[in-house]
């Protein structure tokens, strides 16, 4: 059942409803209907699946904790904030939630119009997964934290991936998004690297629109254009 609480990630205080995956390594959540067709370079999808090892599928559930290498050259939309081992049956929570109204959708409507000004964009939907101080697969005490955050507003979507405390892990991750047949894919400087966590993760310290700990992307279309780099 819906539950309300105040949360406190990545800076942000929100007070929210939300849903509680269920705590189970390697699980997934239902399907999640969504509020508001989201459109995925070219295809438009009204369902979703927050996976636990965490990333996003939209056709089916997916239980893979062995991230691939993009691109996959698959038969699969994902998007993967930080794919890897996880597990909360043993420590911390995942959570989603979507909204069509509200201040959380003109904080999204005011960040986006700052990194992509040319757009007028007004989001009428956001969709949130949070994955909140979830432990690595056989190291119960570890606790990782990061987001990803779709919106639309009926013309342009975007992801957004927000990233907290990452606690080190020799484990690979690969972080980015995929599609079908990999026509679009992008991987996070980082990935499969020994600095995607810890202290000094890219993941946490860099951005590709100068905010750290943050990277956002325009996924309607194909990629030409879509992804504004950091100048830095």
Same mark, same amino acid.
């Given at each position: ?9 990545? %800076?942000?205080? +929100? ?6 995956? %269920? ?5 997934? /959540?239902? =399907? ?14 009204? =369902?979703?699946?927050?996976? &636990? ?14 991230? =691939? ?31 069509? %109204?509200? &201040?959380? *959708? ?12 040319? *757009? ?22 570890? =606790?990782?934290? +990061?987001?990803?955050? *779709? ?49 000094? /993760? ?29 100048? /830095?």
């Amino acid at each position: 059942t819906p539950n309300n609480s105040s949360i406190t990630l990545l %800076s942000l205080t +929100f007070s929210i409803f939300f849903m509680n995956c %269920s705590h189970s390594d390697d699980g997934s /959540s239902p =399907q999640i209907l969504l509020l508001h067709p989201f459109v995925y370079f070219g295809r438009s999808y009204s =369902q979703i699946y927050v996976n &636990h090892n965490g990333h996003l599928t939209f056709e089916a559930p997916w239980s893979s904790y062995v991230p =691939q290498r993009f691109p996959m050259n698959g038969t699969r939309d994902i998007i993967a904030p930080f794919w890897t081992d996880l597990n909360n049956a043993v420590n911390g929570d995942i959570y989603y939630a979507q909204f069509t %109204s509200g &201040h959380l *959708l003109q904080q999204v409507t005011q960040d986006i119009n700052e990194y992509f000004p040319y *757009l007028k964009f007004s989001a009428k939907w956001i969709f949130m997964a949070t994955w909140y101080g979830v432990a690595y697969f056989s190291n119960p005490g570890s =606790q990782t934290t +990061f987001q990803a955050v *779709l919106t639309t507003d009926g013309k342009d979507s975007f992801v957004l991936m927000n990233y907290g405390n990452l606690d080190p892990t020799s484990r690979s991750i690969q972080a980015g998004y995929d599609t079908i047949n990999s026509t679009e894919y992008f991987i996070l400087p980082g990935s499969f690297s020994s600095n995607a966590t810890g202290n000094n /993760s890219v993941f946490s310290h860099n951005s590709n629109i100068n905010v750290p700990g943050r990277w956002v992307f325009r996924v309607t279309h194909g990629s030409a254009g879509m992804t504004r780099l950091s100048d /830095s």
